[in-house]
C-alpha cells in the first residue's frame, strides 16, 4: 500500500469516526466532556491527513500518529472510568457535584443543557461502549499512520 493511500485510509478513518460520533449526537445520544474530548483528535488528525497528502516528508505522519494515539488513549481512560476501573475527572462522573446549593426548583427544572456523566455507558455493542470502540479503532488508525510513516 502506498504512502498516499495510507494516509488518505487514516485520514478517511478519523471522519468516519468523528462523523459517526455527530451522528450519533444527532440522534438523542449527547456527549460527555470526555467524549468530546476524543473527537479533538479526531479533528487533528484530519487536517494534518489532508495537509500529509499534499507535502512529502516524515513529521506529518508522526504527527497523525499522535494524535490518532493521543484520542485512543482517551478511549482506553474513558473506558476505564466507564468500567470503574479508576476515577474520572470529578467535573463529569458525579464525585465533585454537591446537590445542597440547588432550591427544589432547581432540581425539578427542565431547563437547561442535559448533563452526561463521564461513567455513565449510553450506548453499547457487543458488551463495548463508544468510548471503546473509539479506542480500538483509533488503535487501527495508529497503525495506518506508522505505515505511512514508514513509507515515507
Do not use: K
Not at 479533528?43 to 506529518?60: D, E, K, Q, S
Not at 479503532?137 to 514508514?150: M, N
Amino acid at each position: 500500500m502506498s504512502r498516499t493511500l495510507t494516509i488518505l485510509l487514516a485520514t478517511l478513518g478519523s471522519a468516519a469516526l468523528l462523523g459517526g460520533a455527530f451522528i450519533f449526537q444527532a440522534f438523542g445520544y449527547p456527549p460527555c466532556a470526555m467524549c468530546i474530548w476524543q473527537r479533538w483528535p479526531h479533528g487533528i488528525a484530519i487536517v494534518i491527513g489532508l495537509i500529509a497528502l499534499m507535502l512529502p516528508g516524515r513529521v506529518l505522519p508522526l504527527l497523525g500518529a499522535l494524535a490518532a494515539v493521543t484520542t485512543a488513549a482517551i478511549g482506553v481512560f474513558h473506558t476505564g472510568v466507564e468500567r470503574d476501573w479508576w476515577e474520572g475527572p470529578a467535573s463529569c462522573t458525579g464525585t465533585g457535584q454537591s446537590l445542597g446549593s440547588l432550591s427544589g426548583g432547581d432540581l425539578l427544572s427542565m431547563d437547561g443543557p442535559r448533563l452526561v456523566m463521564c461513567d455513565v455507558v449510553s450506548w453499547e455493542l457487543f458488551g463495548l461502549s463508544m468510548a471503546s470502540w473509539n479506542a480500538l479503532f483509533s488503535l487501527v488508525l495508529v497503525g495506518l499512520w506508522v505505515a505511512a510513516l514508514r513509507r515515507s
